[in-house]
């Protein structure tokens, strides 16, 4: 099957810890997205990456980091900068960064701090 | 900066009932609009997706009307089942995959 893969579901985050949630995806598509949604709120765009080796900055990147070493994977980093970590993560993943092109989700990774 | 809201922020319907879902927003230079589903504690999944050239999309039940001059979409959801409840998002596409999301309507249908 197609699709978005993220791992783990739920992730736990002690104070001053860094932790990376995985996105996979083997729909061949070229760009990524990682998004925070926090409850009653719409997402939000932490990062994006068009190509490998290459990502931007959204809106709210500040806390985080990424990588794109491989078409198929775009991990993100929490960092211990990050002082509200606590939310619902979302990768998406689209087939180009072309304007006409939708955006499928994977299922989410909640984090949450101990 | 671009907003994007929505309204209703939770709906509550009788099921058969038929219903229009709000989202407004501020900037009308826009690329295209999507409509999205999400359950709860779940992904999003893609709806319509409607071009800035384009003023609706149909998919079965779902209608999406956009009208970029007065900065607004609607999604009109026909013959409303339980099985339609979730919380609906749209999101407006400005430039290079920059998505703007609104927070959502909520939708429970009774049966």
């Known amino acids: 099957d197609g699709g978005i893969t993220q791992s783990p579901k739920y992730l736990f985050r002690k104070e001053g810890q860094n932790v990376t949630l995985s996105c996979e995806q083997n729909?061949?598509?070229?760009?990524m997205y990682w998004y925070r949604q926090d409850p009653g709120q719409g997402l939000r765009l932490i990062y994006y990456?068009?190509?490998?080796?290459?990502?931007q900055k959204g809106d709210i990147a500040e806390g985080y980091s990424v990588s794109r070493e491989k078409k198929e994977s775009f991990p993100l980093t929490v960092t211990s900068a990050q002082k509200n970590p606590t939310a619902f993560y979302l990768c998406a993943s689209s087939l180009t960064s072309g304007n006409q092109e939708t955006q499928y989700f994977g299922p989410g990774t909640r984090l949450l701090v101990l | 900066k671009q907003e994007v809201t929505q309204i209703p922020a939770a709906l509550s319907v009788p099921e058969g009932e038929n219903l229009v879902l709000n989202c407004s927003f501020t900037?009308?230079?826009?690329?295209?609009l999507q409509w999205f589903r999400q359950d709860p504690g779940k992904g999003l999944t893609s709806l319509l997706l409607?071009?800035?050239?384009?003023r609706e999309q149909t998919s079965g039940r779902l209608n999406a009307s956009l009208d970029k001059s007065s900065g607004r979409s609607t999604l009109y959801i026909a013959a409303s089942q339980p099985g339609d409840s979730a919380t609906y998002l749209c999101a407006v596409l400005y430039n290079f995959n920059k998505f703007y999301f609104g927070s959502g309507t909520k939708l429970n249908v009774k049966p």
């Open positions: 409607i071009q800035s050239s384009q």
């Open positions: 990456s068009q190509i490998v080796n290459d990502f």
């Open positions: 900037d009308s230079a826009i690329y295209n």
């Open positions: 729909l061949n598509h070229d760009a």
